[in-house]
């Protein structure tokens, strides 16, 4: 597989980001870049994840390069029962003494 970023992008965003799941899927990238791992079950063994799932990753790179892999979908949920404002309402009066 082709990655087209070097090495020195790749290790520069690793060390920029933040969130577990997408500094996952730049360590595969790199490791794959550096060639640290051979095979895509070596690096989800490496890694603790599923086979099929670093494919599914490695997949979403193919087709839209590093802004599709780390692309990610906004969490669905139930929405929250206090609205923002009624939210900061209470906690400044959880902030005073009486």
């Known amino acids: 597989m082709e990655i087209r970023e070097t090495q020195e992008e790749l290790k520069a965003l690793l060390r920029q980001e933040k969130d577990a799941t997408r500094h996952e899927k730049l360590q595969v990238l790199y490791w794959l870049k550096t060639q640290t791992v051979e095979t895509v079950l070596s690096a989800a063994v ?33 929405p929250r029962i206090m609205n923002p404002e009624t939210v900061e309402r209470l906690s400044k009066e959880l902030q005073e003494p009486e």
């Not at 490496?46 to 969490?75: D, M, N, V």
């Open 46 to 78: 490496r890694l603790g994840k599923h086979r099929t799932t670093i494919q599914r990753w490695l997949s979403s790179y193919r087709a839209g390069g590093i802004e599709e892999l780390l692309f990610q979908k906004p969490r669905s949920g139930r």
